[in-house]
Nanobody, 126 residues
Framework: QVQAVESGGGLVQTGGSLRLSCGAS????????MGWFREAPGKAREFVAA????????GYADSVKGRFAISRDNANNTVVLEMNNLKVEDTAFYYC???????????????????WGLGTQVTVSS
């Protein structure tokens, strides 16, 4: 089981950058696929990015490809989401979660994720 705590959100102008961090406690972090999701007001929670157990595989939503980058540091139980060229439509609450299995074929399936953090707010102004 993983307990995730997100940080790094804030207010930024269009075109700016933010770095979100997810600190995860628990002794299974190094065996978990980790993912970032977001939820905008009035919208369903959606997949943003995921990273495999050893970091050699990354997956992204089409809407963030080329702008966001996910990475992990297993020695420090941390997953980072670097967000560049931010757009107004990136405004949302961002959540980190651990996947229930290491099956990479379902990396974008929100139903596969458990152990959600409380999230961090990202607001992009025009």
């Amino acid at each position: 089981q993983v307990q995730a705590v997100e940080s790094g959100g804030g207010l930024v102008q269009t075109g700016g950058s933010l770095r979100l961090s997810c600190g995860a406690s628990g002794d299974t972090f190094n065996n978990e696929v980790m993912g970032w999701f977001r939820e905008a007001p009035g919208k369903a929670r959606e997949f943003v990015a995921a990273i495999s157990v050893n970091g050699n595989l990354e997956g992204y939503a089409d809407s963030v490809k080329g702008r966001f980058a996910i990475s992990r540091d297993n020695a420090n139980n941390t997953v980072v989401l670097e967000m560049n060229n931010l757009k107004v439509e990136d405004t949302a609450f961002y959540y980190c979660a651990a996947k229930r299995t290491t099956d990479w074929s379902t990396f974008s399936s929100i139903m596969e994720y458990i152990d959600w953090g409380l999230g961090t707010q990202v607001t992009v102004s025009s």
